[in-house]
DNA sequence: GCCGAGCCTTTTTTT
DNA sequence: AAGGCTCGGC
């Protein structure tokens, strides 16, 4: 037999897992175990079996993985063939599956995916017409427990005595109405659609002969339930996890999946994968001390051939600024003396606003950097607004982005007109848009007004029906739109200043880019096909993206959002009481998984590994005194070395600080 | 209906 | 620190 590609590579245990297409198959693999080379090269030698590509599924848990598995399986898989392989999220699946079915459980073909900012909102306004004005409830709170609820599967009781539940009831009617979904919605609904509907099944089952899954350590009940409902006999599926990596608890990810697969799926073959190819031993030996306080998880222990050349350090700083100095220092340092390129380091964080303050570090010391995750591009205000215009062009019955647009740019309809219009779409049981194009609404308007709404619509009307024809080129329409309707005009008004509009016109810009290249790459859809992707992938933006930088640099990222990443270099600053553990986690009885979330955090370092803590930081504009995270003291010290830079940092300036002061400065001129 | 000033809360993590 | 929201003057 020819052997795979790339398997020579494999050690016994990964051979194994890659060699047993048939049947359930568990594969525990540790952090650095080689689990991507290992499901990559399961992918490319099913090809190779001649399992058409088209017939293999393989969902991941985030974009991000998907991507990333995307490139690794085109390069592995040979004739292009890994192109075929069937590959996404959960979340992703079911929107194609719905799309092509949702019909049958009642919803209109053009319906609509609600982004976490849309639910809120919608969240908002079913608590004010619940509640009045003046009562309030928080939506955020509110969104969250109805996305459990949802997840779980376990009702929050009765409307008539309990106001979560009824508010999560008119929720639910509005989003039927707006005929949109959720994420949630998203699972449950494609769940029911198999669940229901044996021919769809059937229909999945046959295109989808081999499933493998990824970060199995991660799914919930619902997506555990839409496995198995994909899957059935011979159950030729195959799951790959670790149960100390599991961080998603929160979001209902149920960690018994993995440690009772034996329930869902008979007689699985379980593959243990515990070579590290990754780290050092200093650093899988202070992983390992870390995570064996865990009680419940499968035991194993992580060992390396690499014996390395570094201690872990763990360094005390006074504040969060000196914390951020020193990591810029040292990556600068290092950079210039060893010529280690910047792409080699990582900063991992436990919360998004812990970047801000090494950004500007950054920034000052001329070190390029990438913020992953971070701020969305599209909670960007001008590019929710336009996203909106091509939802409300798609679906003119979402109330929501209709709202959002309705007066922007300011056109005359301003809040007593929507209200009225707002409180006879409920009336009469339609949509706002309906509302607004009757006549005889519009009678009872003043006729200034009256004007307003019937250019509104007429600037709609005319979009929609351009966005409808086939050979629409969605970018050059998009632009077109946001001149004509003022959307263009309206931010030079709005800008304080000429940069904040330059910031706004480029990301339109970027938007447009994107439209073009949806265009480019797979117009069949149309505008359908593009919502859905960018509610579904929602990329992140780099931050500095006019930087030559664009991919490269020092990499900011969370520690969640790190998970399945390895970088040579690590910074880990922050490792204090109530942010790892996060404060919340603590009252919410989650230490544990901060705990892997500590851990996935150590594992992510290949060389050297920097733990940090500070006395003091800045939180909401104050001073908070800080202690270091308990988890320190779990660590064993046998390769840690401990350093209080507080102390070293009042002795006299040494001539190296003096240069990054110099760089500073020169920064600070230039930025002017 | 529009706009600015000041107040207030905020994000823990992602689809 | 910063963006969202409310209120009051126009």
Request: charged share 30%; aromatic share 8%; net charge neutral.
């Amino acid at each position: 037999m020819k052997v795979a590609f790339g398997m020579g590579m494999l050690n016994p245990q990964q051979r194994e897992a890659v060699m047993r297409i048939d049947g359930p198959v568990l594969i525990l693999a540790g952090a650095g175990t080689g689990k991507t080379r290992t499901i990559t090269a399961r992918m490319s030698y099913m090809v190779e079996r001649g399992i058409p590509p088209q017939n293999i599924l393989a969902v991941t848990f985030t974009n991000k993985a998907a991507t990333e598995m995307r490139e690794r399986v085109i390069d592995m898989v040979p004739d292009g063939l890994g192109r075929k392989i069937v590959l996404g999220t959960f979340h992703a699946f079911c929107v194609r599956l719905l799309r092509e079915h949702a019909e049958r459980l009642g919803y209109k073909k053009n319906w609509t995916i609600y982004t976490q900012n849309e639910q809120t909102s919608l969240l908002k306004r079913v608590i004010v017409r619940l509640m009045g004005k003046d009562e309030s409830y928080d939506a955020a709170k509110a969104q969250s427990r109805i996305s459990s609820a949802k997840n779980s599967g376990v009702s929050l009781g009765d409307p008539k005595e309990n106001t979560e539940a009824a508010i999560m009831e008119a929720y639910q009617s509005e989003m039927r109405a707006l005929n949109a979904m959720d994420f949630d919605d998203l699972l449950i609904l494609g769940v029911q659609l198999l669940e229901e509907h044996e021919d769809i099944r059937d229909l999945i089952r046959y295109r989808h002969t081999h499933v493998m899954v990824d970060e199995f350590q991660d799914t919930n009940s619902l997506q555990m339930r839409l496995l198995n409902a994909i899957v059935g006999p011979p159950y030729n599926v195959c799951v790959v996890g670790d149960d100390d990596q599991s961080i998603y608890g929160w979001r209902g990810a149920d960690i018994t999946n993995i440690l009772e697969f034996e329930r869902f799926f008979p007689d699985p073959h379980v593959i243990k994968l515990e070579e590290n190819y990754r780290s050092t031993t200093p650093i899988l030996h202070t992983a390992n001390s870390l995570i064996k306080n865990n009680a419940g998880r499968r035991p194993k222990t992580l060992w390396s051939k690499n014996p390395g050349n570094d201690f872990v350090r763990l360094l005390i700083t006074n504040d969060d600024k000196e914390e951020s100095e020193m990591i810029g220092r040292e990556i600068e340092k290092a950079h210039f003396q060893d010529k280690t390129p910047f792409e080699d380091f990582a900063v991992l964080f436990r919360t998004n606003d812990q970047s801000r303050i090494l950004e500007q570090q950054f920034r000052q010391r001329r070190i390029p950097y990438r913020v992953i995750g971070a701020r969305s591009f599209f909670d960007r205000r001008e590019i929710k607004d336009i996203c909106a215009y091509l939802t409300v062009l798609h679906n003119p019955h979402d109330d929501i982005n209709l709202l959002r647009i309705l007066n922007t740019p300011t056109r005359g309809i301003g809040n007593t007109t929507a209200e009225l219009a707002r409180e006879e779409s409920i009336q009469r049981g339609c949509s706002i848009f309906v509302v607004l194009c009757n006549p005889d609404f519009q009678r009872r308007m003043p006729e200034k007004t009256r004007n307003s709404i019937r250019n509104f619509i007429d600037l709609l009307n005319k979009y929609a029906e351009a966005a409808r024809s086939p050979h629409v080129h969605l970018g050059k329409m998009t632009e077109q739109l946001m001149v004509e309707s003022g959307y263009i005009d309206f931010l030079k008004k709005q800008a304080k200043e000429p940069d904040e509009f330059i910031a706004w016109e480029n990301g339109l810009k970027s938007l447009v880019d994107q439209l073009n290249g949806y265009h480019e790459r797979s117009s069949k859809e149309g505008l359908a096909g593009f919502l859905d992707e960018i509610s579904l992938n929602d990329e992140r933006e780099d931050r500095d993206k006019d930087d030559i930088t664009k991919k490269s640099g020092v990499c900011l990222i969370t520690m969640h959002a790190s998970k399945g990443l390895e970088f040579p270099v690590v910074y880990l600053p922050g490792v204090e009481n109530g942010l790892l553990p996060h404060k919340r986690s603590w009252d919410e009885g989650r230490v544990d998984e901060e705990r892997r979330l500590f851990y996935v955090g150590i594992t992510r370092a290949r060389q050297k590994l920097t733990l940090s803590y500070v006395r003091w930081r800045l939180k909401y504009g104050e001073r908070i005194a800080q202690l270091p995270s308990p988890f320190l003291k779990e660590l064993d010290r046998k390769y840690i070395e401990e350093r209080d830079y507080a102390k070293e940092s009042k002795a006299p300036k040494t001539a190296e600080q003096n240069k990054s002061f110099i760089s500073g400065l020169r920064a600070m001129m230039s930025e002017e």
